[in-house]
């Protein structure tokens, strides 16, 4: 008899500081997509559930996707959302099936709930006790007991930008298999130190965090483990559960194997601790920042505008960045995409090439950072206008449909605005390409990430500037009001221990 298998996604970064609320709306295209819809649009991508189907397909094995719901990282999710999602899951499972894998984040959080996965897990656990499951879950999980306790394998992303989502899946789902088919009985072992690291400072491409990564991928590759995951963290989030954290997978049914699990996780675990103070973010003034740009003769420029960055929860109409660049008069930019659905029906309305003035941005206000919107004042000629789709072609999410909403390009002479009517973070160079700009050709590329953008933009850039703009994922976490962290937490806390934070 053929295994039957239950594949789902349930994905969203939690941004608590952010004024953006998710509902049930924002995982998808009009909400989550289902069955074979889903299957259509995600197999063949470079996501963790496009790794799990193709595991399941590889072992002949029949599986339906109940639910495919990823949201841009924004503020809490609502109580509906989250148990109208977990509730489709939950009854695929009591249809019965063999085991399930979910491609989840890790750093999920509701208005009813700070561990969003835990209590999904937890509840297909109370319903199907002895039910193998597989996870795959982003590099900034933050990871939590009810994870591990009802799981039976956990892995992670090993790169950011994220290029490895479908691998993550893969492993996770091929791990499972070896324990449905032979004699290996995953169990799992973690541990989590009180670092709030930050995300412009953790990536595993570079050091700190690179050794530690180095030596988790080496050991499960050796085949000293089953499964090794190391997790930045997510620092925009006022939860209980923050910190830097490790997962080992081992073979229980091997003599001695969770001991040598433990000792990697602490050896791994203490390497990062002995590096915490690389872990923090240390930047320069935005004028600073946008002057040393202006004096660099080759492009492309990309200017990192990570204070307003939508892959973090930012609402992607901050328009500091861009007051700076136009102050300094910059020439020969391209900036955006900006999320401005009333700029964007006032160039549509004014159709292609009419000269226009409108006011761009700014619309919300972020009560967290006590933070106004304001609208910066463009005038000039509409270049372009889209419908915002357009498949990606670089090595982040390879495949997957983007959809921007209707999007306009307004150039001023000196700086061509991209503004849409959605958020998207600009990991692929589709994000202009697809309105008829070849980032390539310009001398200033102005965007709103983190890192991401290195999947796509790092590869044409002569030069790469950090931009401290301003929204809710700055890096400078003096500017967030915290109550309700762990303590001591590192670099609040300077005297704090590994030992004195442990998993909750």
Same mark, same amino acid.
């Given at each position: 008899?053929?295994?039957?298998?239950?594949?789902?996604?349930? !994905?969203?970064?939690? @941004?608590?500081?952010?004024?953006?609320?998710?509902?049930?709306?924002?995982?998808?295209?009009?909400?989550?997509?289902?069955?074979?819809?889903?299957?259509?649009?995600?197999?063949?991508? @470079?996501?963790?559930?496009?790794?799990?189907?193709?595991?399941?397909?590889?072992?002949?094995? /029949?599986?339906?996707?109940?639910?495919?719901?990823?949201?841009?990282?924004?503020?809490?999710?609502?109580? /509906?959302?989250?148990?109208?999602?977990?509730?489709?899951?939950?009854?695929?499972?009591?249809?019965?099936?063999?085991?399930?894998?979910?491609?989840?984040?890790?750093?999920? +959080?509701?208005?009813?709930?700070?561990?969003?996965?835990?209590?999904?897990?937890?509840?297909?656990?109370?319903?199907?006790?002895?039910?193998?499951?597989? +996870?795959?879950?982003?590099?900034?999980?933050?990871?939590?007991?009810?994870?591990?306790?009802?799981?039976?394998?956990?892995?992670?992303?090993?790169?950011?930008?994220?290029?490895?989502?479908?691998?993550?899946?893969?492993?996770?789902?091929?791990?499972?298999?070896?324990?449905?088919? $032979?004699? &290996?009985?995953?169990?799992?072992?973690?541990?989590?130190?009180?670092?709030?690291?930050? #995300?412009?400072?953790?990536?595993?491409?570079? @050091?700190?965090?690179? *050794?530690?990564?180095?030596?988790?991928?080496?050991?499960?590759?050796?085949?000293?483990?089953?499964?090794?995951?190391?997790?930045?963290?997510?620092? =925009?989030?006022?939860?209980?559960?923050? $910190?830097?954290? $490790?997962?080992?997978?081992?073979?229980?049914?091997?003599?001695?194997?969770?001991?040598?699990?433990?000792?990697?996780?602490?050896?791994?675990?203490?390497?990062?601790?002995?590096?915490?103070?690389?872990?923090?973010?240390?930047?320069?003034?935005?004028? *600073?920042?946008?002057?040393?740009?202006?004096?660099?003769? /080759?492009?492309?420029?990309? %200017?990192?505008?990570?204070? *307003?960055?939508?892959?973090?929860?930012?609402? =992607?109409?901050?328009? &500091?960045?861009?007051?700076?660049?136009?102050? =300094?008069?910059?020439?020969?930019? +391209?900036?955006?995409?900006?999320?401005?659905?009333?700029?964007?029906?006032?160039?549509?309305?004014?159709?292609?090439?009419?000269? +226009?003035?409108?006011?761009?941005?700014?619309?919300?206000?972020?009560?967290? !950072?006590? !933070?106004?919107?304001?609208?910066?004042?463009?005038?000039?000629?509409?270049?372009?206008? #889209? *419908?915002?789709?357009?498949?990606?072609?670089?090595?982040?999410?390879?495949?997957?449909?983007?959809?921007?909403?209707?999007?306009?390009? !307004?150039?001023?002479?000196?700086?061509?605005?991209?503004?849409?009517?959605?958020?998207?973070?600009?990991?692929? %160079?589709?994000?202009?390409?697809?309105?008829?700009?070849?980032?390539?050709?310009?001398?200033?590329?102005?965007?709103? &990430?983190?890192?991401?953008?290195?999947?796509?933009?790092?590869?044409?850039?002569?030069?790469?500037?950090?931009?401290?703009?301003?929204?809710?994922?700055?890096?400078?976490?003096? %500017?967030?009001?915290?109550?309700?962290?762990?303590?001591?937490?590192?670099?609040? /806390?300077?005297?704090?221990?590994?030992?004195?934070?442990?998993?909750?």
């Amino acid at each position: 008899m053929r295994r039957k298998f239950v594949i789902a996604s349930m !994905l969203h970064e939690t @941004n608590t500081f952010s004024p953006l609320p998710t509902p049930i709306t924002s995982f998808g295209p009009g909400g989550p997509l289902r069955g074979e819809q889903a299957v259509a649009e995600l197999a063949d991508t @470079n996501y963790g559930i496009g790794g799990f189907i193709g595991v399941a397909r590889e072992a002949g094995a /029949e599986f339906s996707v109940p639910l495919a719901a990823n949201a841009n990282p924004s503020g809490l999710v609502t109580r /509906e959302a989250y148990e109208a999602m977990a509730g489709a899951i939950l009854d695929e499972v009591r249809k019965g099936c063999d085991a399930v894998m979910l491609d989840l984040h890790g750093a999920m +959080v509701c208005e009813h709930l700070d561990d969003g996965e835990g209590e999904l897990l937890a509840r297909i656990r109370a319903l199907a006790p002895g039910l193998p499951v597989a +996870v795959a879950l982003d590099f900034h999980a933050q990871m939590t007991n009810r994870m591990v306790d009802n799981a039976t394998v956990i892995t992670g992303y090993r790169t950011y930008p994220h290029i490895d989502m479908r691998l993550t899946g893969e492993r996770a789902g091929r791990t499972l298999l070896r324990a449905l088919d $032979g004699p &290996s009985r995953p169990a799992m072992t973690w541990g989590r130190i009180p670092i709030l690291s930050s #995300t412009l400072s953790h990536t595993p491409s570079r @050091n700190p965090m690179k *050794d530690v990564m180095d030596r988790a991928i080496l050991a499960e590759a050796g085949g000293e483990v089953l499964n090794a995951s190391v997790f930045g963290g997510f620092p =925009q989030a006022d939860i209980p559960h923050l $910190g830097l954290s $490790g997962v080992i997978v081992y073979n229980a049914a091997r003599d001695g194997a969770r001991e040598q699990a433990q000792g990697l996780l602490d050896s791994l675990l203490d390497q990062a601790w002995e590096r915490r103070a690389d872990f923090m973010y240390r930047g320069e003034p935005l004028a *600073d920042s946008i002057a040393r740009a202006r004096a660099m003769t /080759e492009g492309p420029v990309i %200017l990192v505008d990570h204070g *307003d960055n939508t892959a973090s929860g930012g609402t =992607q109409d901050v328009m &500091s960045v861009l007051e700076e660049v136009v102050r =300094q008069q910059l020439d020969d930019v +391209v900036a955006g995409p900006f999320c401005d659905p009333q700029a964007v029906a006032k160039m549509i309305e004014a159709g292609i090439g009419a000269n +226009v003035s409108i006011d761009v941005g700014g619309r919300i206000d972020m009560p967290a !950072l006590n !933070l106004k919107g304001r609208p910066m004042a463009l005038s000039g000629k509409v270049r372009a206008i #889209t *419908d915002g789709e357009f498949v990606v072609t670089g090595p982040m999410a390879t495949g997957a449909r983007i959809r921007m909403g209707r999007t306009a390009v !307004l150039d001023t002479g000196r700086v061509q605005v991209v503004v849409s009517e959605g958020r998207v973070e600009p990991h692929d %160079l589709g994000v202009f390409t697809h309105c008829g700009i070849d980032p390539r050709r310009k001398r200033y590329v102005l965007i709103k &990430s983190r890192q991401h953008f290195r999947a796509g933009f790092e590869p044409i850039a002569r030069h790469i500037v950090e931009c401290q703009g301003l929204g809710v994922t700055a890096s400078d976490i003096a %500017l967030f009001d915290y109550r309700r962290r762990p303590k001591p937490l590192y670099p609040f /806390e300077k005297d704090t221990r590994p030992t004195d934070s442990p998993p909750a």
